[in-house]
Nanobody, 117 residues
Framework: HVQLVESGGGSVQVGGSLRLSCVAS????????MGWFRQAPGKEREAIAVLDRIVGTTYADSVRGRFTISEDKAKAALYLQMNSLKPEDTAMYYC????????????WGQGTQVTVS
């Protein structure tokens, strides 16, 4: 069963950039739908970038054009490049693995905090 560990979070100024990484172990990420989610205090968790093996990548409106999801299968890693960061991007960010059709995400990392001020 795949396990996920995120890294790369931190504090950044408005307009800055960060790249989050999610390293998988126990299985190949190419078998899964992979996604990045975030949850801000007092808000529900939201999907912000999904790598669907059938339809490709999709983004939430709030991050489209600023964030990019990518993967390196050789390194078993998923990335989220975040540019032009805004205070409203402040949240805990999680990577997740799900069924190939992206109907359900059932494996989650521990999360990495991003703070934009």
């Amino acid at each position: 069963h795949v396990q996920l560990v995120e890294s790369g979070g931190g504090s950044v100024q408005v307009g800055g950039s960060l790249r989050l990484s999610c390293v998988a172990s126990g299985d190949t990420i190419g078998r899964y739908c992979m996604g990045w989610f975030r949850q801000a205090p007092g808000k529900e968790r939201e999907a912000i970038a999904v790598l669907d093996r059938i339809v490709g990548t999709t983004y939430a409106d709030s991050v489209r054009g600023r964030f990019t999801i990518s993967e390196d299968k050789a390194k078993a890693a998923l990335y989220l490049q975040m540019n032009s960061l805004k205070p409203e991007d402040t949240a805990m960010y999680y990577c997740a693995a799900g069924t190939p059709a992206c109907r359900e995400f059932d494996v989650w990392g521990q999360g990495t905090q991003v703070t934009v001020s």
